[in-house]
């Protein structure tokens, strides 16, 4: 597996310095915008889940290059790459062209998780970054919020998970918020659900229009990393079809349950997931390059 040449301590004397730098940087965002941190975890999964965490999806579009920005689960979504890029910049002060934006991506992703109260785990270090993008791959692989357990157990498995796995990663859903157009057909033509949860959101996500209303995905602590997210899908209160999914009668129940009541067992179950997921197909060696700037290439 190239995930082996993958190391923890990749940049311990090429750029000491890089880890601390973002580690303040994160903490800062994440200080100013709870919701920054979600944001930031969000942007490795998109990076990962597109041709490898090869950080494809920073990638600006440009008159003869098209990139991931625009994909249906990007576009008016994904954010956080203000971060990013100062943190890239203040990087690349400290040591330039040595740490890629791939490698910032995973290590954001770790640091936000940490600053909201979740678990840590060693990141492996030494991605290169993509030349290329892909939309289509962005259209077709990132999990969409209407899949139905079998369509999330498939999604997943083709990267390698197991449903267990894809599990502990939905728990992600912890942290961060939706936009109504993601959520209404479950508000309003689902049963499911409780029913003062329900009446709640439908005061911010009304049948038509609102449709960039946003709502956290964690109504019980919206902004801490915590196992609420399965407790809340255990009180039939997931705001996702795919979220309440994987407590509807099926084979993912029992472990929903097990995390609702042991967040260390999440926490275990979600660090092992999420370097395996920062494992997919990275760039090494002499593949890809070191971006001076995450949005475009050299």
């Not at 640091?111 to 077709?140: E, H, K, M």
């Not at 084979?251 to 395996?276: G, L, R």
Request: charged letters at 15%; proline letters at 3%; aromatic letters at 6%.
């Amino acid at each position: 597996m190239a995930s082996a040449q993958l190391t923890t301590n990749y940049y311990s004397s090429s750029c000491p310095n890089a880890l601390s730098i973002i580690k303040s940087a994160v903490n800062t965002a994440v200080n100013n915008e709870a919701r920054m941190g979600a944001s930031l975890l969000r942007l490795h999964f998109h990076d990962c889940f597109v041709n490898g965490c090869d950080a494809s999806i920073l990638l600006d579009d440009t008159s003869n290059f098209t990139g991931e920005k625009t994909a249906v689960p990007n576009a008016n979504s994904v954010r956080g790459f203000d971060v990013i890029d100062t943190i890239k910049s203040q990087v690349e002060s400290s040591c330039p062209g040595v740490v890629s934006c791939a490698d910032i991506l995973a290590v954001v992703a770790r640091d936000s998780v940490v600053a909201l109260g979740g678990p840590s785990w060693t990141v492996r270090l030494g991605r290169r970054d993509s030349t290329t993008a892909s939309l289509s791959t962005a259209n077709s692989d990132i999990p969409a919020p209407t899949l139905n357990l079998s369509g999330l157990i498939s999604s997943f498995s083709n990267k390698g998970f197991s449903a267990n796995e894809m599990v502990a990663l939905s728990g992600s859903h912890t942290i961060g918020q939706a936009r109504c157009t993601n959520f209404r057909d479950r508000l309003y033509n689902e049963t499911n659900i409780d029913a003062s949860f329900q009446s709640s959101l439908q005061a911010n996500c009304p049948s038509s229009g609102g449709d960039n209303n946003l709502s956290p995905l964690d109504t019980k602590s919206p902004t801490t990393f915590d196992n609420a997210y399965f407790t809340n899908l255990v009180n039939n209160k997931g705001l996702l079809h795919s979220d309440q999914q994987l407590f509807n009668g099926g084979s993912t129940d029992s472990q929903v349950t097990t995390y609702s009541t042991k967040s260390t067992t999440f926490f275990t179950d979600f660090a092992n997931a999420i370097v395996k997921m920062g494992n997919l197909s990275p760039l090494t060696g002499t593949s890809g390059q070191i971006r001076t700037n995450c949005r475009k290439t050299n």
